[in-house]
């Protein structure tokens, strides 16, 4: 028994039974349907087909259309075949063929056969379309019991399912891609109105605040200004013939008498005496230019450099006109011997001469020369001439001076550019910022309707194409339709956070141009400071000296130029790299490379000094010497160097005898381990306490002066001469430094220490100006979360000091440039986070944190200031700064 199955396809197997079909009923139009019963449905009923009964009624008979359930697919040809098959059994059973037609059908089944074939091979090259991913789901708990078409039914119905959540995940996230755009510009809006508002209270409150600070500092300057008149009238009224430093025009004639007149040692005596003290003066006149116009500043400056010089050419001419009558000018130890030795204000001077004898005949063996060994007691140096250097005829000048001559003029010694806005007030920054703000958002804006309005513009392109092809998938449409509903446009930055970003770009171009490249064994003294004057270790040679005649006559020769000539010896010795990894010497290597390194050394001066006690010795020092064509530090010719620590001796070989210098790193003692600052419980001044890395250091503000109280952990007796003694903030740093206690960073610090972090300036400077007005009624502390802050977030602990019996408990300051707050978190928390304490408003900074925040008796206290002790403290913090370097 056999059953019809109708399927609507063009394959071999209909082409065939439309063939014999037409054979039989060449009238009747052939249907493409193959109808197929199996044994589980009821046998259909036999139909007759007549010419008369065959039409389109005749069909409603047949049993309905079974939809064909897609079998697995196998080989191409082998299912063809069975189909073929399927259809020949179905319609012998069915109808009656002549043998003559299925001879053509079967000719016609072979060709029909290859033309599938054909078909089917000329597919596989074709690149197949994309075939959509369907994960692999998790089967049920039933599925072993399921029969093979319940399992497709039940695939089938996941299938659906998942598709429809695909479909409605896709329409959730086209929804929550608006949604997102929605909340994003409310918040842009939101952000923008508080931001709005925020400024309209710093019109108000920090305008007024920066008015105030700007009144003490005026105040500041003004005191200054009437101090300096002052001082004028009284070293006028001191008629000592002296010029007055702070009249230019009076120290450039000074400058000018000086440079025409001759100078031995007496007038080197009275020039060191009356240059020094001004040269002083100058110093901190040009430290303290603000209170100047560029052009004055520029004056004195120029004024200090030229008085600089001019004391330098003094004690070369004081030397050259003791060399010219060593008969006079020096003392004769023996016949072959003249020394030379005197101290003056800031300057010791000491020569030693040897005086040739007549020469003799050479012995026919010479014995060996012994080396000249000098040792001058008042310096605490010695030198060790070598052998190459004859010591029958040779001239030694040791001149130690106090004050760095030098270094000035090399070209790593100022700064290379001034920090800009320095000076700047918070209130113009944060209207500057304003403003920038707006106009950034005005820019996003635009960018971003430009983007919407392009897709927008997409979008119908793409909706008119689909609605204009309706019956085709579109599938590479409708998703570039989906993608165009959520694209969104680039990413832009927070215009505040933006504005951050480039001051921190800004300031990291500002530290590039700050610093100094240098050549190979140069001393950068960005990063170094020469302390402790300079030696001038020098070999000179003896200028000619006078011959007494008859009648009273003296001949001189006549030299030019009138100057010290130094004696030729230059020798450059690099000392032999170590052996490569891996490499063994016998001892016999060894010993000769040592014998060769020795009688290298034999060629070098050794100079041995004792380091004085008056200076900070933290660290092994750098020993360099000056390079005058090139005007630079550089330790290329100085080998076999030694550091006694114990003893304070420096012992080193040199194949040159130029100016030595002992330079000390200027920010060993930086980053800061902490700090504290806080009223003095037995004064009316502000104690500040700073530890560095090696010491700790105290100072008490009191009136418009500072006094050096303490120091813990020193290494030697430095300083203590100037303990509780008062000066100004600049002079205090100059004698710091001069002690190799630099705690006093410049802004190029940054190049050249790790674990510093550089602030926003102008809300630093304008917080160390908060504090100092608050430091008699709150302790303000260093915090541990301050490093990894930000550039522009400074936090720090503080409480209010002005009870004495009673202290609170220390919290967070979290200051920012557009803020003051106080966190909710402490110093002790696990971790750091920037959620304000309960109830806190907005305040625009330190000081109005504290009209509002803090207690009576701390207002009180804060409006009870004097501008000379918060001009002192805040003069102090800017140059300390606290906040960039802990």
């Known amino acids: 028994m056999y059953y019809l199955f109708i399927v609507c396809t063009k394959t071999v197997c209909n082409q065939f039974f439309e063939t014999a079909f037409t054979t039989c009923f060449p009238d009747v139009e052939v249907q493409e349907e193959l109808v197929l019963t199996t044994d589980l449905e009821p046998e259909p009923e036999e139909v007759q087909y007549t010419d008369t009964s065959y039409t389109s009624a005749s069909f409603e008979s047949l049993p309905p259309v079974v939809e064909e359930i897609k079998p697995k697919k196998k080989k191409g040809k082998k299912k063809a075949e069975e189909v073929v098959e399927v259809v020949r059994k179905t319609s012998s059973e069915q109808f009656q063929w002549s043998e003559e037609s299925l001879v053509g059908e079967e000719q016609q089944k072979v060709e029909e056969e290859e033309v599938e074939t054909k078909k089917k091979k000329g597919k596989k090259g074709k690149k197949g379309k ?32 998942w598709r429809a959540e695909k479909e409605a995940e896709k329409q959730a996230i086209l929804a929550g891609a608006k949604e997102k755009r929605l909340a994003l510009a409310r918040e842009r809006a939101e952000l923008m109105a508080k931001d709005n508002a925020e400024q309209e209270i710093r019109r108000d409150i920090l305008a007024k605040t920066c008015t105030l600070f700007h009144k003490f500092d005026k105040q500041k300057i003004d005191y200054a200004r009437n101090k300096q008149l002052e001082a004028e009238w009284q070293q ?164 130690r001076s106090m004050v760095d001559l030098l270094s000035e003029s090399s070209r790593s010694f100022a700064l290379a550019a001034e920090m800009p806005n320095r000076y700047e007030d918070l209130f113009i920054f944060n209207v500057k910022e304003h403003i920038e703000t707006y106009k950034i958002k005005k820019d996003q804006d635009v960018i971003r309707t430009a983007f919407y309005k392009e897709i927008k513009e997409k979008i119908t392109e793409v909706e008119k194409f689909l609605k204009a092809n309706p019956y085709t998938k579109n599938e590479k449409e409708k998703e570039e339709l989906d993608n165009l509903n959520m694209a969104e446009p680039p990413f832009l930055p927070d215009p505040r956070t ?107 001066a050794l100079v041995f000094f004792e380091l004085p006690q ?76 700073v530890t560095g890395v090696c010491i700790t250091v105290t100072w008490i503000c009191i009136g418009n002066t500072v006094k050096l109280h303490w ?62 007005f608050l430091s008699r009624a709150y302790n303000f502390q260093w915090s541990r979360w301050n490093q990894a802050a930000g550039s522009r977030n400074i936090i720090m602990q503080l409480r209010e000091a002005v009870d004495k019996k009673r202290e609170g408990k220390f919290q967070l300051l979290h200051s920012t440039p557009q803020k003051a707050v106080i966190l909710k978190c402490n110093e002790l928390s696990s971790e750091f986070d920037t959620d304000p304490a309960m109830g806190m408003q907005f305040y625009p900074d330190l000081f109005t944190l504290n009209m509002s925040y803090g207690s009576v008796d701390a207002r009180r206290t804060t409006f009870n200031m004097k501008y000379r002790l918060v001009e002192t403290v805040f003069d102090m913090l800017q140059e300390l700064k606290l906040s960039s370097y802990s």
């Open 130 to 161: 994309e075939v959509e991913e369907i994960p692999a789901f998790e089967k049920p708990k039933n599925w072993k019991s399921m029969n093979k078409k319940e399992r497709e039914v039940w695939l089938q119905q996941r299938i659906e399912e």
């Open 236 to 399: 006028y009224l001191r008629c000592d013939g002296l010029p007055d430093p702070r009249v230019v025009t009076q120290m450039n004639t000074y400058i000018h008498l000086w440079q025409k007149a001759a100078c031995d040692d007496n007038e080197l005596e009275i020039r060191c005496r009356d240059a020094l003290p001004m040269l002083a003066m100058l110093e901190e006149i040009v430290a303290n230019s603000r209170q100047y116009t560029a052009l004055q500043a520029q004056s004195y400056n120029e004024v200090r450099i030229a008085l600089r010089e001019q004391l330098s050419q003094a004690i070369q001419c004081a030397s050259y006109s003791l060399l010219r009558d060593l008969e006079h000018c020096l003392v004769w130890d023996s016949i072959q011997l003249a020394t030379y030795g005197r101290e003056f204000n800031g300057l010791m001077l000491n020569i030693w001469v040897a005086i040739p004898l007549p020469t003799r005949k050479r012995k026919p063996v010479e014995p060996e020369p012994e080396p000249v060994e000098l040792t001058f007691p008042a310096m605490r140096v010695g030198v060790k001439l070598p052998k190459i250097i004859d010591g029958s005829n040779v001239c030694v000048r040791a001149a």
């Open 498 to 604: 933006y504005i951050g970003e480039q001051n921190e770009v800004r300031f990291a171009k500002y530290l590039k141009t700050c610093m100094t490249r240098t050549r190979t064994g140069e001393i950068n003294l960005r990063k170094y400071r020469i302390c402790n004057g300079v030696l001038n270790l020098d070999l000179l040679t003896t200028p000619p000296q006078p011959k007494q005649m008859r009648g009273g006559i003296i001949l001189t020769a006549l030299q030019l130029p009138k100057q010290l000539q130094p004696m030729k010896y230059q020798v450059q010795y690099r000392a032999p790299s170590p052996p490569a990894p891996g490499v063994t010497r016998t001892p016999e290597e060894i010993e000769a490379e040592l014998k060769k390194i020795e009688a290298e050394y034999e060629k070098l």
């Open 614 to 689: 008056d200076i900070m010795w933290t660290e092994p020092p750098v020993i360099c010497q000056w390079q005058e064509q090139r005007k630079l530090w550089t330790s290329n010719y100085v080998n076999d160097y030694k550091f006694n620590e114990d003893k304070l001796t420096i012992q080193f070989r040199t194949g040159v005898l130029w100016p030595i210098g002992i330079a000390t790193l200027r920010y060993g003692n930086l980053p800061y381990q902490g700090w504290d600052l806080k009223p003095d419980p037995n004064g009316k001044g502000v104690i500040i306490t």
């Open 711 to 772: 120091i813990a952990n020193a290494t030697t007796s430095a300083l203590k001469q100037h303990f509780n003694k008062p000066y100004s903030v600049k002079k205090m740093v100059q004698i710091m430094r001069e002690a190799a206690c630099d705690f006093f960073p410049d802004f190029d610090g940054h190049n050249h220490l790790e674990g510093s972090c550089p602030k926003e300036w102008v809300a630093e400077r304008h917080n160390y100006h908060a504090m100092a």
